[in-house]
């Protein structure tokens, strides 16, 4: 089945840095999503790409649709405490489910 | 807040048995979807369902299974419980079920199979 391959596994940084996580698969997607999970909760849904090349963003996220249609990333920006949690990047393609990758654990330090 | 509601939060029970679990989708969603989470894997889809007929299966045990009532509600059932199935599931919403719709998470039901 498809699978998308998220890296890094889990990340330490200090308040302020940058951050940046990515997905990779050999199949190609129409769309890709990325979701973060707190503890204890479900994952809520921070960015949605559509269409290859495109660049979105939201607050101090931006996410990009890779051009090949087989990667995504995620950049967050002078990160802050309340940033920590998982971080899933999902895609889908016609007639498939929404495929998730295995996760990225966020610890900020202050 | 997802508008996603399930119940109960928290499940502790044997090997061999039976629960069932509930979830309420955001008003207005017909579609809902189980997910599987354990701690050595990501989010495995289980099944979904579309104005309460199935629409896809992933990959959901024959031990489960689940059904969606008129009300639009959604209930899981695990029987024959190991203890591999400890894990938090999940039930999420879209408005119509198409594959490229935004889904909305419930806050899960933790599951301890001992």
């Known amino acids: 089945g498809q699978q998308l391959n998220q890296s890094p596994q889990s990340m330490f940084i200090q308040e302020g840095e940058d951050v940046s996580m990515n997905c990779t698969s050999s199949s190609i997607f129409n769309t890709w999503l990325w979701y973060k999970q707190d503890p204890g909760e479900g994952p809520v849904l921070l960015i949605a790409l559509y269409k290859a090349g495109e660049l979105t963003s939201n607050g101090r996220l931006t996410a990009q649709f890779g051009i090949t249609r087989k990667d995504s990333f995620l950049n967050i920006s002078a990160s802050i405490p309340s940033d920590v949690g998982i971080y899933f990047c999902a895609a889908e393609t016609s007639g498939s489910r929404l495929t998730f990758g295995e996760g990225t654990q966020l610890t900020v330090n202050p | 807040d997802s508008g996603v509601t399930q119940t109960p939060k928290h499940l502790i029970t044997a090997t061999g048995q039976r629960v069932t679990l509930r979830c309420s989708p955001r008003?207005?969603?017909?579609?809902v979807y189980w997910y599987q989470q354990s701690l050595d894997q990501g989010l495995q889809f289980l099944i979904q369902?579309?104005?309460?007929?199935?629409?896809a299966k992933g990959n959901i045990l024959e031990r489960f299974s689940a059904q969606q009532f008129p009300d639009l509600h959604s209930e899981l059932n695990l029987s024959s419980l190991e203890l591999g199935d400890s894990a938090l599931y999940f039930c999420a919403s879209s408005p119509r079920g198409f594959t490229n719709e935004k889904l909305f998470f419930g806050s899960g039901t933790q599951l301890s199979v001992l």
């Open positions: 008003s207005g969603d017909l579609s």
């Open positions: 369902y579309y104005n309460g007929e199935e629409r």
